[in-house]
Nanobody, 115 residues
Framework: QVQLVESGGGLVQAGGSTRLSCAAS????????MGWYRQAPGKERELVAV???????NYGYSVKGRFTISGNNPKFTVFLQMNSLKPEDTAVYYC?????????WGQGTQVTVSS
């Protein structure tokens, strides 16, 4: 059974920074990608950033240049450094792991950016 445990987030002032962490556990031999999505109230879940097992990175358009994703493949962990935060970054952030058997999601962690 694959589990994802997230940490970080909380209340941050606009212009500030915070860091999210996610650790995967369970029977994982290899993965396609691991990363972060977010969902704001009344909106669909959207890509924030993912990193593939080969090290390629994809960012959502709205976070490019402000957020940085990094990971530790052997430990199946991923981090999201969030800088220059804006009120529109307020959302529940979900860790995602995609492996051969499908997609797995964390429970979500709230990030609230105050103006």
């Amino acid at each position: 059974q694959v589990q994802l445990v997230e940490s970080g987030g909380g209340l941050v002032q606009a212009g500030g920074s915070t860091r999210l962490s996610c650790a995967a556990s369970g029977v994982i031999f290899m993965f396609n990608h691991m990363g972060w999505y977010r969902q704001a109230p009344g909106k669909e879940r959207e890509l924030v950033a993912v990193i593939t097992s080969g090290g390629s990175i994809n960012y959502g358009y709205s976070v490019k240049g402000r957020f940085t994703i990094s990971g530790n493949n052997p430990k199946f962990t991923v981090f999201l450094q969030m800088n220059s935060l804006k009120p529109e970054d307020t959302a529940v952030y979900y860790c995602n792991l995609q492996i051969s058997s499908g997609d797995y999601w964390g429970q979500g962690t709230q990030v609230t950016v105050s103006s």
